[in-house]
T-cell receptor, first 112, second 110 residues
Framework: GAVVSQHPSWVICKSGTSVKIECRSL??????MFWYRQFPKQSLMLMAT?????????EQGVEKDKFLINHASLTLSTLTVTSAHPEDSSFYICSARQGEAFFGQGTRLTVV | LAKTTQPISMDSYEGQEVNITCSHN???????ITWYQQFPSQGPRFIIQGYKTKVTNEVASLFIPADRKSSTLSLPRVSLSDTAVYYC???????????FGAGTRLAVHP
């Protein structure tokens, strides 16, 4: 099946710094990708829809200036957590659809 | 987007069949029903998808009644490695976003 890859798998950063997470569709083109956040023992929460060549669509309550999304090519979307704080520590997962949805392996972000 | 309701948790034993039912009373005509499996610290993995009646693949079966207001994921002869969270999602195909419900936490015991 189709493969979606995220990088890095885990990252630790200092409070106040920015962190970029990459999401790639390896064997198909994805004009649309999705970013989720998951806290321990909770379900996935959709943060935003990433659209190739245009602005991302953010879900209600998600700060677009804090979570910058760039979808510059048909196979790459990036999520940048700006001025990260400990409460941003979470598991971030991206997804792309080719009929069914395929998910990346996730990125564990820890802000210290 | 149709809301889904699943049991929060289930317990089973190795070798048993497990059936997880999902309610989706407001499913739309063009919505499909898809089930995903998620292990800790991993992204969800596709299990099975259906529109109506019964669908079977190498890992599971999906039963959907005529009114499509519910669906049942059937896992035959579970093993310890099937311990995971299972999500039922309802939505249209194409490039539409998928909204996750709470999921069902399945624990398989020796």
């Amino acid at each position: 099946g189709a493969v979606v890859s995220q990088h890095p798998s885990w990252v630790i950063c200092k409070s106040g710094t920015s962190v970029k997470i990459e999401c790639r569709s390896l064997d198909f083109q994805a004009t649309t990708m999705f970013w989720y956040r998951q806290f321990p023992k909770q379900s996935l929460m959709l943060m935003a829809t990433s659209n190739e060549g245009s602005k991302a669509t953010y879900e209600q309550g998600v700060e677009k200036d804090k979570f910058l999304i760039n979808h510059a090519s048909l196979t790459l979307s990036t999520l940048t957590v700006t001025s990260a704080h400990p409460e941003d520590s979470s598991f971030y997962i991206c997804s792309a659809r080719q009929g069914e949805a395929f998910f990346g392996q996730g990125t564990r972000l820890t802000v210290v | 987007l149709a809301k889904t309701t699943q049991p929060i948790s289930m317990d089973s034993y190795e070798g048993q069949e497990v059936n997880i039912t999902c309610s989706h009373n407001n499913i739309a005509t063009n919505d499909y029903i898809t089930w995903y499996q998620q292990f800790p610290s991993q992204g969800p993995r596709f299990i099975i998808q259906g529109y109506k009646t019964k669908v079977t693949n190498e890992v599971a079966s999906l039963f959907i009644p005529a009114d499509r207001k519910s669906s049942t994921l059937s896992l035959p002869r579970v093993s310890l490695s099937d311990t995971a969270v299972y999500y039922c999602l309802v939505g249209a195909g194409g490039y539409n976003k998928l909204i996750f419900g709470a999921g069902t936490r399945l624990a398989v015991h020796p």
